[in-house]
């Protein structure tokens, strides 16, 4: 043995049989495929991560900044209108939606800056600091809008909110273009990652391929090498040499081989004449089987090895796509179902047994959205790919909005085989959507339409009637006594009868109106289709007849009622803002006509509110300018004519509307707030006045002045008469303040508690023009008047009225039943001195004694006076 041939040895020692081999190489191929998966797994979800911050830091700043310039610009266009408008209330009601504009972007810009200010940082300051600017612009528009400057306006509106505004424009459109280069860098940068990332996944694919063939060639040729030496020592024995046995090293298949190769070849060689040709056969077969055996050794691996490759990658596709949260579909290209995930079934709500075989469009509700179906299908039919948003049902008939995905699957020859539909859940997205929606143009307490939705229709509106030659009717209503309410029960109360009154109105109209909640206690009424006027009778009656019930709310029964102003297209104006104007004048004139009633609008109502805008803007400066002026009228006992008082009466000369009527400025005066300051100048003018007359015939009586339902409500006017009668040593008991009867029945409580106070301070008080409201006894049992005024309109036809008669006498009884002082206004006859002498009453006052005298004029005719009446 020692002799043998140095080929024969085997320097490979293998130690472990090619079964583990196999084996711990499927383990190492099943391995690698494994990590691939996971790191490729690994690049597609931090695609999707990075294209979810592109858009959160894109898209989503891009649509706030269009929201923000679409804002800026109805600011500018409100404002701009501003310097058009010539009424007076029409402006009070466009400064109030600008100030409600300019808040709404106010709020808007807050919440863009603090979300988006670290990422532009300069552009965001520049943008809040001009907003500022513009701000402070708008504001002394506004302030000149007030003041019916239309001059001021255009000038402010050209050289100063204009270069603000277009400032604020520029800003805004430079950051849109940062956000959007932003953007595009962004995606740039995504694009760049995921190819870095796709070349990454290649490059450790192609390392791992490669070291995988390199493990499997250097097996083969290992295997390869060892078949190969025992293939040479059989030649060797087939050529005749049969002595040198081989060197048997390791314990695997082919050692063993090598062992019973050294005993067949001792017994050839034992045997070796015996058995020549069987030996020779017996190689032959050798090497035959050795062959077969490599053939189908490499075969079998490659079988095992492409098997467990295509297990492993079609579980992990199975799980992949029957655990994912989006819902994935498979459909054969006649469009029959073979496959859903989990994701779909459960959110659907169909079970697969229900889904498979049937088309897929049973699973889409195409019918309701005609243009989108049609889109998807010539998308289908071209092979091309369809994206979109559909609203499907669920099997229990709930609607849900998907984000559907469908592409072709081709086969080798680019045929279509199969459809892939991918379906992502976006209800919540769109309901949130909806919702904002929703917020935008309803009314958050009433669910009506809100003023910018509302004033969306009525222009709508005018353009289809003025199309068809119809009739639009505007209704502006509000409730009368719900200031009250709110204010004695509170916004929780005064909210739910806004519920109840929105709810009354609406099951007032036709379908086809608009029911509308402009703010607070105001709502809007929009009509269409009309022929004339007459055709909103029938709606006005119901309103009314709706609101004749209480309104029962908790333990509350409460009273409201509606005044309704109603403006006409094309008839009271040719858009939405002159209607809009001109049905709250309407409205306002309602109100005057004693509420719970309706009016339409007239021209006569705009030359009215001319009028009432001449004199509120003289009387704003009539107190400096020293125009207005005292009369005094005295007021004598009815029997003997004695001197009892004077009555005060305010005039005003204008020096450019002449002599204004208190009838026509007191009015005026007492819806603008001018009545206080003319109110508080009244008293210390007519104290001073009387302290003047100190000495005189007048020194001794009493005094009566008028006192507006405003100044009673006003908490300053109980100090202010106290410190007036301390400053000019007045007695307290000789001051009569007459208050009208309107100041009663507006809120009787308040009423009463206002005119306790004044009567603490020792002043009588008197109830002027009785008999022309709607005061009744208990008004003069609850309330603490001394002293009760017939009213001239009664005294005027006394002697030949019989019905006016009857009501002077009934209201002189009804006083002196109550322990009241009777005074009659308007005595111009004798006739009527007489009459109401016999009535009882006890002073009288008019023309037939003195017309109102100035002060040096009725000093003077006290003087003469001497309680003889002197008949004009």
Same mark, same amino acid.
């Given at each position: 043995?020692? &002799?043998?041939?140095?080929?024969?040895?085997?320097?490979?020692?293998?130690?472990?049989?090619?079964?583990?081999?196999?084996?711990?190489?499927?383990?190492?191929?099943?391995?690698?495929?494994?990590?691939?998966?996971?790191?490729?797994?690994?690049?597609?979800?931090?695609?999707?991560?990075?294209?979810?911050?592109?858009?959160?830091?894109?898209?989503?700043?891009?649509?706030?900044?269009?929201?923000?310039?679409?804002?800026?610009?109805?600011?500018?266009?409100?404002?701009?209108?501003?310097?058009?408008? &010539?009424?007076?209330?029409?402006?009070?009601?466009?400064?109030?939606?600008?100030?409600?504009?300019?808040?709404?972007?106010?709020?808007?810009?807050?919440?863009?800056?603090?979300?988006?200010?670290?990422?532009?940082?300069?552009?965001?300051?520049?943008?809040?600091?001009?907003?500022?600017?513009?701000?402070?612009?708008?504001?002394?528009?506004?302030?000149?809008?007030?003041?019916?400057?239309?001059?001021?306006?255009?000038?402010?509106?050209?050289?100063?909110?204009?270069?603000?505004?277009?400032?604020?424009?520029?800003?805004?459109?430079?950051?849109?273009?940062?956000?959007?280069?932003?953007?595009?860098?962004?995606?740039?940068?995504?694009?760049?990652?995921?190819?870095?990332?796709?070349?990454?996944?290649?490059?450790?694919?192609?390392?791992?391929?490669?070291?995988?063939?390199?493990?499997?060639?250097?097996?083969?040729?290992?295997?390869?090498?060892?078949?190969?030496?025992?293939?040479?020592?059989?030649?060797?024995?087939?050529?005749?040499?049969?002595?040198?046995?081989?060197?048997?090293?390791?314990?695997?298949?082919?050692?063993?081989?090598?062992?019973?190769?050294?005993?067949?070849?001792?017994?050839?060689?034992?045997?070796?004449?015996?058995?020549?040709?069987?030996?020779?056969?017996?190689?032959?077969?050798?090497?035959?089987?050795?062959?077969?055996?490599?053939?189908?050794?490499?075969?079998?691996?490659?079988?095992?090895?492409?098997?467990?490759?295509?297990?492993?990658?079609?579980?992990?596709?199975?799980?992949?796509?029957?655990?994912?949260?989006?819902?994935?579909?498979?459909?054969?290209?006649?469009?029959?179902?073979?496959?859903?995930?989990?994701?779909?079934?459960?959110?659907?709500?169909?079970?697969?047994?229900?889904?498979?075989?049937?088309?897929?469009?049973?699973?889409?509700?195409?019918?309701?959205?005609?243009?989108?179906?049609?889109?998807?299908?010539?998308?289908?039919?071209?092979?091309?790919?369809?994206?979109?948003?559909?609203?499907?049902?669920?099997?229990?008939?709930?609607?849900?909005?998907?984000?559907?995905?469908?592409?072709?699957?081709?086969?080798?020859? $680019?045929?279509?085989?199969?459809?892939?539909?991918?379906?992502?859940?976006?209800?919540?997205?769109?309901?949130?959507?909806?919702?904002? *929606?929703?917020?935008?143009?309803?009314?958050?307490?009433?669910?009506?339409?809100?003023?910018?939705?509302?004033?969306?229709?009525?222009?709508?509106?005018?353009?289809?009637?003025?199309?068809?030659?119809?009739?639009?009717?505007?209704?502006?209503?509000?409730?009368?006594?719900?200031?009250?309410?709110?204010?004695?029960?509170?916004?929780?109360?005064?909210?739910?009868?806004?519920?109840?009154?929105?709810?009354?109105?609406?099951?007032?109209?036709?379908?086809?109106?608009?029911?509308?909640?402009?703010?607070?206690?105001?709502?809007?009424?929009?009509?269409?289709?009309?022929?004339?006027?007459?055709?909103?009778?029938?709606?006005?009656?119901?309103?009314?007849?709706?609101?004749?019930?209480?309104?029962?709310?908790?333990?509350?029964?409460?009273?409201?009622?509606?005044?309704?102003?109603?403006?006409?297209?094309?008839?009271?104006?040719?858009?939405?803002?002159?209607?809009?104007?001109?049905?709250?004048?309407?409205?306002?004139?309602?109100?005057?006509?004693?509420?719970?009633?309706?009016?339409?609008?007239?021209?006569?109502?705009?030359?009215?509110?001319?009028?009432?805008?001449?004199?509120?803007?003289?009387?704003?400066?009539?107190?400096?300018?020293?125009?207005?002026?005292?009369?005094?009228?005295?007021?004598?006992?009815?029997?003997?004519?004695?001197?009892?008082?004077?009555?005060?009466?305010?005039?005003?000369?204008?020096?450019?509307?002449?002599?204004?009527?208190?009838?026509?400025?007191?009015?005026?005066?007492?819806?603008?707030?001018?009545?206080?300051?003319?109110?508080?100048?009244?008293?210390?003018?007519?104290?001073?006045?009387?302290?003047?007359?100190?000495?005189?015939?007048?020194?001794?009586?009493?005094?009566? *002045?008028?006192?507006?339902?405003?100044?009673?409500?006003?908490?300053?006017?109980?100090?202010?008469?106290?410190?007036?009668?301390?400053?000019?040593?007045?007695?307290?008991?000789?001051?009569?303040?007459?208050?009208?009867?309107?100041?009663?029945?507006? &809120?009787?409580?308040?009423?009463?508690?206002?005119?306790?106070?004044?009567?603490?301070?020792?002043?009588?008080?008197?109830?002027?023009?009785?008999?022309?409201?709607?005061?009744?006894?208990?008004?003069?049992?609850?309330?603490?008047?001394?002293?009760?005024?017939?009213?001239?309109?009664?005294?005027?036809?006394?002697?030949?009225?019989?019905?006016?008669?009857?009501?002077?006498?009934?209201?002189?009884?009804? $006083?002196?039943?109550? $322990?009241?002082?009777?005074?009659?206004?308007?005595?111009?006859?004798?006739?009527?001195?007489?009459?109401?002498?016999?009535?009882?009453?006890?002073?009288?006052? $008019?023309?037939?004694?003195?017309?109102?005298?100035?002060?040096?004029?009725?000093?003077?005719?006290?003087?003469?006076?001497?309680?003889?009446?002197?008949?004009?």
């Amino acid at each position: 043995m020692k &002799n043998q041939h140095p080929a024969l040895e085997m320097h490979q020692t293998p130690k472990s049989s090619f079964k583990s081999k196999l084996l711990l190489g499927s383990i190492t191929v099943m391995t690698l495929i494994a990590v691939l998966l996971l790191i490729g797994n690994g690049a597609i979800q931090r695609a999707v991560k990075q294209q979810e911050e592109v858009r959160n830091q894109t898209v989503l700043p891009l649509a706030e900044m269009s929201n923000l310039q679409a804002q800026i610009y109805r600011i500018r266009v409100t404002e701009a209108n501003l310097s058009q408008i &010539n009424d007076y209330f029409a402006m009070a009601a466009e400064v109030d939606f600008l100030n409600r504009q300019i808040t709404e972007f106010h709020l808007s810009l807050d919440i863009f800056l603090e979300k988006n200010r670290e990422l532009y940082d300069d552009r965001a300051e520049l943008l809040e600091s001009n907003w500022l600017l513009m701000t402070n612009s708008l504001e002394q528009v506004i302030q000149a809008a007030n003041e019916m400057n239309s001059s001021e306006v255009d000038r402010l509106s050209a050289y100063d909110v204009q270069p603000r505004f277009n400032t604020l424009i520029t800003l805004m459109e430079q950051l849109a273009v940062q956000i959007n280069k932003g953007s595009e860098e962004q995606f740039q940068e995504a694009i760049l990652s995921l190819e870095k990332q796709r070349t990454q996944f290649l490059i450790f694919s192609l390392a791992a391929m490669l070291i995988l063939v390199g493990l499997m060639l250097n097996f083969t040729r290992y295997l390869s090498g060892r078949v190969s030496f025992l293939h040479a020592a059989f030649t060797r024995v087939s050529s005749g040499y049969i002595h040198d046995p081989i060197d048997v090293r390791g314990s695997d298949e082919l050692a063993e081989l090598a062992v019973a190769f050294n005993a067949m070849q001792d017994k050839i060689a034992s045997r070796e004449k015996a058995l020549l040709k069987a030996r020779e056969e017996l190689e032959l077969r050798v090497e035959q089987r050795t062959n077969q055996l490599q053939e189908i050794n490499f075969q079998l691996q490659q079988e095992i090895d492409v098997r467990l490759r295509a297990e492993e990658n079609l579980r992990v596709l199975s799980q992949a796509v029957s655990q994912s949260p989006i819902s994935i579909i498979i459909a054969g290209v006649d469009g029959g179902v073979e496959y859903v995930n989990q994701a779909f079934t459960d959110c659907s709500g169909f079970s697969v047994e229900e889904i498979k075989g049937n088309d897929f469009t049973f699973l889409n509700n195409l019918d309701s959205q005609p243009e989108l179906s049609k889109e998807l299908w010539d998308a289908i039919n071209n092979g091309q790919e369809w994206r979109g948003e559909l609203a499907n049902l669920r099997k229990n008939g709930q609607r849900y909005w998907e984000y559907t995905h469908i592409s072709p699957v081709t086969d080798e020859t $680019g045929q279509i085989t199969h459809y892939l539909i991918i379906k992502n859940d976006i209800t919540e997205r769109k309901e949130q959507e909806q919702k904002i *929606i929703h917020q935008a143009h309803f009314d958050s307490l009433t669910e009506l339409p809100n003023r910018s939705l509302a004033m969306d229709r009525l222009a709508q509106g005018v353009i289809k009637a003025s199309r068809n030659n119809d009739v639009l009717a505007l209704m502006f209503i509000d409730l009368d006594g719900f200031k009250n309410v709110n204010d004695s029960l509170g916004h929780d109360i005064g909210d739910q009868l806004l519920i109840h009154a929105s709810k009354r109105l609406s099951d007032s109209v036709r379908n086809t109106d608009t029911v509308a909640r402009l703010g607070g206690d105001e709502f809007l009424i929009i009509m269409e289709g009309l022929v004339s006027r007459r055709d909103c009778l029938p709606v006005l009656n119901k309103i009314k007849e709706s609101f004749g019930a209480p309104f029962n709310i908790g333990s509350n029964e409460l009273k409201v009622t509606p005044s309704i102003g109603l403006s006409l297209f094309p008839d009271d104006g040719q858009d939405g803002d002159v209607l809009l104007r001109n049905a709250d004048l309407a409205m306002y004139q309602a109100k005057e006509a004693g509420r719970n009633t309706h009016h339409f609008f007239n021209q006569e109502m705009h030359k009215n509110l001319r009028r009432r805008l001449e004199i509120e803007n003289q009387l704003k400066h009539a107190l400096e300018k020293g125009e207005l002026f005292l009369l005094y009228q005295p007021i004598v006992e009815a029997k003997t004519y004695e001197l009892k008082g004077l009555e005060a009466l305010i005039r005003w000369d204008n020096e450019l509307l002449g002599r204004v009527m208190p009838d026509e400025f007191i009015s005026v005066a007492e819806q603008s707030g001018l009545i206080i300051p003319i109110g508080n100048w009244l008293v210390n003018e007519v104290l001073a006045q009387m302290k003047c007359w100190h000495g005189s015939v007048l020194e001794d009586i009493a005094i009566s *002045i008028n006192v507006s339902p405003r100044q009673i409500q006003d908490q300053s006017l109980q100090p202010l008469i106290n410190d007036a009668l301390e400053k000019y040593s007045f007695t307290a008991s000789k001051l009569i303040l007459e208050v009208t009867e309107g100041l009663l029945i507006r &809120n009787p409580l308040e009423a009463k508690s206002n005119l306790q106070r004044l009567k603490d301070l020792g002043v009588q008080l008197a109830m002027d023009d009785f008999g022309t409201g709607y005061s009744s006894l208990s008004n003069l049992k609850n309330f603490p008047f001394d002293i009760l005024k017939i009213d001239r309109t009664f005294v005027r036809d006394i002697e030949k009225d019989d019905d006016d008669y009857a009501l002077v006498s009934a209201a002189v009884s009804m $006083g002196r039943g109550l $322990g009241l002082r009777i005074v009659a206004e308007g005595i111009e006859t004798k006739n009527q001195l007489e009459i109401l002498s016999d009535m009882q009453c006890d002073s009288v006052q $008019g023309f037939y004694f003195s017309r109102p005298l100035s002060a040096e004029a009725i000093k003077d005719w006290s003087e003469k006076y001497h309680y003889k009446p002197n008949p004009q």
